[in-house]
């Protein structure tokens, strides 16, 4: 009886011994399945990442090498020595912002030899022309055509850089075939032919990191007290009544009152639903005066059934809707059948650039979906001084003698100094590139020079 139960025993753990074995092994080859899955699966971020880094990289080269380009083609044209430097200087700090980021790409050194050395020339060619306009010495004939020549080797360089760029970012390339294929492309261009003539200035970029130019856009229209508004503080409830003044009563459903925000300016805000609209409007209201400062708004627009005149129409009319009556539309851009459209102040004649606004208006219908008010609310007034101390033709005089004039007019044009200058606008052509050339209506000088971008999508400006 005893041998019996011991056998039983025996039985019974053997068989356990096996399940637990058995469980053991199934527990560790789940673990040993989750860390291979967990260790791939960060190996697939950790790539993403760095993919993510190297796009960004690639994209700031792109950006770089399109701004040289564009303001090689502007040096072309300028003809005071002021914009000289200042254009100079800015064509030395991309230059060398892209070379930068250029080096920090997955590629050897052999591959993208030429664009680097390319980079560093145009760099300093551009100090050493920066110096001697401080001398008081004038750029060359020879040295013009030095600059047209480093414009067209930008030119075909960004054009190459722009195909690798979207070869990656549809899939085409992978970065681990960049290498090869970027010393293909880039040994095909004259990048480093063209310009074997010129003189190497042993300069470096940390050598001279004061001379760094902001450039043409800065953001000054923010930094200043907003002018067109008044010391009048509106309570919530009054300003709420102002939204029926840019929509019709009938067609609002529904105004969420969503708090205030504080800042440079203080802004009362609201979500707006209207009637038979899916879409919400979001609308910030100023404290002062309740005047419409943002609205954002959006949805999908499947085809174009208007034009852009009668988008410009529908613009202006929502605009003089809220009492905004002196302006015109000057530049526009079409995107996923919405139209983006400029419109600028004007006081008399002169176009008044700084206070800008931005209207979106949907091609389908022509309803007024989003508007950017901030540079008008921040600039507009009634400008004191606008009486030029030159007259237009000594103003045209000033225009580089290659330029063809199409028309002129006047404008005030915001500085980099974070102030306004009045100036005479000429716009004008040198063979098939469009321009707009600024010149100080009190002095004579250039101010800035802008190159026009026709494209299907609309008239864009650089």
């Known amino acids: 009886m005893l041998e019996k139960f011991e056998k039983k025993v025996n039985e019974l753990k053997e068989k356990v011994d096996k399940k637990a074995f058995g469980v053991f092994l199934f527990m560790l080859f789940g673990a040993m399945t989750i860390f291979a899955c967990n260790m791939l699966n960060s190996f697939k971020i950790q790539k993403q990442m760095v993919q993510d880094e190297y796009n960004k990289y690639m994209y700031q080269v792109v950006s770089y090498v399109n701004n040289v380009e564009v303001e090689l083609e502007k040096l072309q044209i300028t003809n005071t020595d002021n914009l000289k430097i200042t254009t100079l200087a800015d064509i030395w700090r991309q230059s060398n912002l892209a070379k930068s980021n250029l080096e920090s790409l997955p590629v050897t050194q052999d591959s993208m030899q030429n664009a680097s050395k390319y980079l560093s020339q145009v760099s300093d060619f551009s100090y050493s022309l920066i110096k001697q306009i401080v001398n008081g010495e004038k750029i060359s004939n020879e040295q013009y055509e030095d600059i047209a020549s480093l414009y067209h080797s930008a030119k075909e360089f960004s054009k190459v850089l722009s195909d690798i760029y979207q070869d990656l970012n549809g899939g085409k390339i992978k970065w681990d075939e960049l ?13 480093s032919t063209e310009v074997s003539n010129i003189d190497k200035i042993n300069k470096t970029f940390q050598e001279y990191e004061g001379l760094i130019y902001d450039g043409a856009f800065s953001d000054h229209i923010l930094t200043l007290e907003p002018k067109f508004l008044s010391d009048i503080v509106v309570e919530e409830s009054q300003a709420r009544e102002k939204i029926y003044d840019i929509f019709n009563k009938g067609d609002i459903e529904e105004i969420t009152y969503l708090g205030e925000t504080s800042g440079r300016i203080e802004l009362y805000n609201y979500d707006v639903k209207l009637k038979n609209e899916e879409s919400i409007r979001n609308i910030s209201l100023t404290k002062r005066d309740a005047r419409l400062y943002l609205m954002i708004g959006d949805r999908n627009v499947t085809e174009e059934k208007i034009g852009i005149e009668e988008a410009k ?16 539309d000057t530049y526009y851009l079409k995107v996923e059948n919405m139209a983006i459209i400029n419109y600028a102040a004007k006081q008399d004649d002169i176009i008044i650039y700084p206070d800008l606004i931005k209207v979106k208006v949907a091609l389908d219908t022509g309803e007024v979906m989003s508007v950017e008010a901030q540079g008008y609310v921040f600039n507009h007034r009634l400008r004191e001084d606008v009486t030029p101390t030159i007259s237009i033709e000594r103003a045209r005089a000033n225009i580089h003698s290659n330029i063809h004039i199409m028309s002129e007019g006047m404008a005030i044009i915001p500085t980099d100094s974070k102030s306004e200058v009045l100036t005479y606008e000429f716009k004008g052509k040198i063979d098939d590139r469009e321009f707009i050339v600024y010149v100080n209506a009190k002095t004579g000088m250039e101010e800035k020079i802008i190159l026009i971008l026709d494209t299907p999508g609309g008239v864009l400006t650089i």
């Open 313 to 328: 129409k529908s613009g202006m009319d929502f605009l003089n809707r809220l009492g905004i009556v002196d302006v015109q």
């Open 179 to 191: 290498s090869k294929l970027g010393n293909e492309n880039l040994t095909d261009t004259n990048i």
